[in-house]
Nanobody, 123 residues
Framework: QVHLAESGGGLVQAGGSLNLSCTAT????????MAWFRQAPGKDREFVAR????????YYFPSVEGRFTISKDAAKNTAYLQMNNLKTEDTAVYYC????????????????WGQGSQVTVGS
């Protein structure tokens, strides 16, 4: 079974940066499509970013495009979400997700999930 362990969440002021990590066990990360979703209190889980198995193509939700970067480090079997110029509306629990095959960037397309990391952006 694939397990995803997240780290790197925390509190940051608007305009600051955080880097989330997602380390996979049970399968090589180059065999997995990796993604990040987030969920704010009282709201639906929403897509943030996705990266291909090879790590050569990325896709972002428009509200984070240009501010967030998803990446992979195969040697560490870890995916990352570098978040820059954070805004208060980025406050949410961020979830790492993985899939062997996926077409749509919706939660039901992903098979494995991290435990969630709280990201709080203050003003």
């Amino acid at each position: 079974q694939v397990h995803l362990a997240e780290s790197g969440g925390g509190l940051v002021q608007a305009g600051g940066s955080l880097n989330l990590s997602c380390t996979a066990t049970g399968r090589s990360i180059n065999q997995l499509i990796m993604a990040w979703f987030r969920q704010a209190p009282g709201k639906d889980r929403e897509f943030v970013a996705r990266i291909t198995k090879a790590g050569d193509t990325t896709y972002y939700f428009p509200s984070v495009e240009g501010r967030f970067t998803i990446s992979k480090d195969a040697a560490k079997n870890t995916a990352y979400l570098q978040m820059n110029n954070l805004k208060t509306e980025d406050t949410a629990v961020y979830y790492c997700a993985a899939a062997v095959v996926t077409v749509r960037v919706v939660a039901e397309e992903f098979d494995y999930w991290g435990q969630g990391s709280q990201v709080t952006v203050g003003s």
